[in-house]
């Protein structure tokens, strides 16, 4: 059964700094990995998904890292923003018939101004 | 290009009353997924349609929770009869295809029950 782990929970951080968010998951048979934000209130919104075959994707401010074979993945954000506050929340995609999304709990991000 | 649409997006009811809610995925996605966020933890999957056959179903309670996407285009959730353990948000989100498609997400319905 697939774990999703999220390191830190909660994360503050003044403006303009570079951070890291990590996952780990116990099931390294995945087809690919999503990374989500929310908002208070809100829905999900998409900002990166990688393949099993990829090692990143970026996207602007946003680069996302997949180790598949250590069951992690990394979200590294530069120059942060007090915009970027949200909960982000990774989900890998298990391979074989289940083929669902588990989600972590979520790190809490808020970038103070 | 439009979004999920789901509504409504905030109801309240006893326990023991029933519910409703409804989705409406991006246009041309064939699959379908309802996912349930308790407050403090991540989404997790209730049911996951193919067009419109049931792919994953696995973590529905089926004696409360029944879904349907008729015509493998828009979808209902029903709660009948709803617990207090249901307040939640419930998710809506789509996929082009079932396999490796990139998940889209509507705004959610909060669910109170009291």
């Known amino acids: 059964k697939q774990e999703v782990t999220q390191i830190p929970a909660a994360l503050s951080v003044p403006e303009g700094e570079n951070l890291v968010l990590n996952c780990s998951f116990t099931?390294?048979?995945?087809?690919?990995l999503q990374w989500f934000r929310q908002d208070p209130g809100k829905g999900l919104t998409s900002l990166l998904l990688?393949?099993?075959?990829?090692r990143e994707q970026t996207s602007g401010r946003l680069n996302a890292s997949l180790d598949k074979s250590s069951g992690r993945s990394t979200l590294y954000i530069a120059a942060s923003q007090p915009g970027d506050s949200a909960t982000y929340l990774c989900?890998?995609?298990?391979?074989?018939?289940?083929?669902?999304?588990?989600f972590g709990t979520g790190t809490l991000l808020a970038v103070q101004p | 290009e439009a979004g999920v649409a789901q509504s409504p997006r905030y109801k309240i009811i006893e326990k023991r009353q029933s519910v409703a809610f409804w989705c409406n995925p991006i246009?041309?996605?064939?699959?379908l997924y309802w996912y349930q966020q308790i407050l403090g933890q991540g989404p997790k999957l209730l049911i996951q349609?193919?067009?419109?056959?049931?792919v994953d179903d696995s973590q529905l309670p089926k004696d409360r929770f029944s879904a349907e996407r008729l015509k493998g285009v828009d979808s209902t959730l029903k709660i009948q009869p709803a617990k207090l353990e249901d307040s939640a948000v419930y998710l809506c989100?789509?996929?082009?295809?079932w396999g490796n498609g990139e998940l889209f997400f509507g705004e959610g319905s909060r669910l109170t029950v009291l």
């Open positions: 989100a789509s996929s082009l295809g």
């Open positions: 099931d390294s048979a995945i087809y690919n």
């Open positions: 990688i393949q099993s075959s990829q």
């Open positions: 989900a890998p995609r298990a391979g074989g018939a289940t083929n669902k999304l588990i």
């Open positions: 246009s041309g996605h064939a699959t």
């Open positions: 349609f193919q067009n419109n056959g049931v």
